[in-house]
């Protein structure tokens, strides 16, 4: 082999391992990573005059790790299945997750419907609940007017889990809606059990908050 393609097979390890910093599913992640220790492991054997063993061995039970994991992601993900109005949900709010994360956050939160006209959040009283509109309309009110319109797909109490804080408006229904809710306990202590997943939550709700606030300029 040319000095050329070992040139190569070295770049390409470390490009792996920095592409590794690019993505965010956990399965690509774990396959690039096995993917640069292959490359690395050729490179740490044929290019010195004798192999770097240290290297080559490292690399090796950091593949085994990876298959070990990629192995039990596989397993999980059998045991996964959604229904139409969980699938809905996932592809349109909560794709930054797994489905296997996305499992985890179903089971700690409960389907609920709410006749038109009822009051989800009052204005300054404490709320213990995160809400997520699946099918149907609430209106915003503070300070006794209305403010916006909230729809399929938006959050309710979001700005007051991630502050600490009461609500700053009361939220009404103006059609019967279907939703789902989260107590903040129950969301806390699964979030605080998978730091990964409360990053990915950050974004969801923030993602959610810009768009409010972009539509309600």
């Known amino acids: 082999m040319n000095d050329t393609f070992f040139l190569i097979l070295g770049n390409l390890a470390f490009a792996l391992i920095a592409a590794q910093y690019l993505v965010r599913d956990i399965f690509l992640l774990r396959t690039l990573s096995i993917a640069s220790c292959i490359a690395g492991i ?11 063993w240290t290297v080559i061995i490292w690399n090796f039970i950091f593949m085994g790790i990876n298959l070990v994991q990629i192995a039990i992601l596989l397993n ?13 949900l996932y592809q349109t709010v909560f794709k930054s997750f797994s489905p296997v994360e996305f499992m985890k956050l179903l089971r700690v939160g409960e389907w609920k419907n709410a006749d038109n006209g009822s009051t989800l959040v009052v204005e300054h009283a404490p709320l213990n609940e995160v809400m997520l509109i699946y099918n149907g309309a609430a209106e ?19 700005m007051s889990y991630i502050t600490g804080n009461p609500p700053s ?17 129950s969301l ?24 409010k606030l972009t539509v309600n300029q």
């Open 76 to 88: 999980e993900k059998r045991g996964v299945s959604f229904s139409e109005e969980e699938k809905e």
């Open 169 to 185: 408006a009361t939220v009404k229904t103006i059609t019967p809606t279907k939703y789902l809710a989260w107590t903040k306990e």
């Open 42 to 52: 050729a490179y740490n054997y044929f290019v010195p005059d004798t192999p770097l």
């Open 140 to 158: 915003v009110i503070a300070g006794g007017r209305k403010v916006a319109t909230l729809k399929d797909g938006s959050f309710i109490g979001e």
């Open 188 to 211: 806390n202590h699964l979030l605080d059990r998978n730091p990964s997943m409360r990053v990915t939550m950050q974004s969801v709700l923030s993602t959610d908050l810009t768009k």
